[in-house]
C-alpha cells in the first residue's frame, strides 16, 4: 500500500538535511584536495593528512546518513519531474551512495596493499585491509583514480540538475533539502477571487 501523497512532508527530517549538506562540504572539498595532491608534490603530506581522515569520515558519516534516509519519510517529488527524471533522480541518488562507499574503501585498500600506515591522528591508525601487495596496490590506485572521475561527473550532474530546476523551473526541489525554511508556492488560481454567478447578480437586484 502507498502512502497519501497528500500525507508526505513538504521537507526532508533536519537530520537529512544535515547530512546532506555537511557531506556536500566534505565531498567538494576532499576532491579538491585529492586533485592538488596528485598534481604537485608540494605540501603532499599535509594534504595527504587532511586526505585519509577525511575519507574515512565520509565513510562513516555516509553509512549513518544510508540508515538515516531509511527511516525518514521523504517529500513527494515537484510536479515538474517527469516519471523518468524522477527514476533518473533515483538511480544518481543510488549511484552517489554507492561511490561516497566504494571510494574511501579504495583508498583504504590501496593504502593497505603499499604498505602505508593509514593515520587518522597522530597514533589513531586504522587496520590495513589487506597484506602488501604491489599488483593490488596499482589495481586499487587504478579503481581509486578511476572512481574519484565518476564520482566529480556524478556530482556535478546533480549540482547541474538542482541548478536547473532553481533557476529554469523555478520549483519548490531545492527547498526540500534546504537548511534554511522555505515558504510553501500557493497554487496560480488560490489567489483569484471566485467568479461572480449572473444568476445570483440578477436575483439580487431583484430583491
Not at 584536495?33 to 575519507?55: N, Q
Request: charged residues 15%.
Amino acid at each position: 500500500m502507498t502512502a497519501d501523497p497528500t500525507d508526505r512532508p513538504l521537507r526532508f527530517a533536519p537530520t537529512v538535511r544535515l547530512l546532506h549538506w555537511a557531506m556536500a562540504v566534505m565531498v567538494i572539498a576532499q576532491l579538491l584536495v585529492g586533485a592538488v595532491m596528485v598534481t604537485t608534490l608540494d605540501h603532499y603530506h599535509l594534504l595527504r593528512s587532511v586526505h585519509v581522515p577525511l575519507g574515512a569520515a565520509i565513510l562513516a558519516l555516509v553509512i549513518v546518513r544510508i540508515g538515516n534516509r531509511l527511516v525518514c519519510r521523504t517529500p513527494a517529488p515537484p510536479s515538474t519531474m517527469r516519471p523518468v527524471e524522477r527514476r533518473v533522480a533515483t538511480a544518481s541518488e543510488y549511484l552517489l551512495y554507492a561511490l561516497l562507499v566504494i571510494q574511501p574503501l579504495t583508498g583504504w585498500a590501496m593504502l593497505s596493499a603499499g604498505g602505508y600506515p593509514i593515520i587518522l591522528y597522530q597514533h589513531l591508525h586504522l587496520p590495513t585491509l589487506i597484506a602488501p601487495d604491489p599488483s593490488v596496490y596499482a589495481l586499487s590506485r587504478q579503481a581509486h583514480t578511476a572512481f574519484a572521475y565518476l564520482l566529480f561527473f556524478t556530482f556535478t550532474a546533480h549540482m547541474s540538475a538542482v541548478l536547473f530546476h532553481v533557476l529554469v523551473l523555478n520549483d519548490r526541489l531545492l527547498g526540500r533539502m534546504a537548511p534554511w525554511r522555505t515558504r510553501r508556492k500557493s497554487s496560480p488560481t488560490a489567489s483569484r477571487p471566485a467568479p461572480t454567478r449572473i444568476v445570483d447578480n440578477v436575483a439580487a437586484e431583484q430583491d
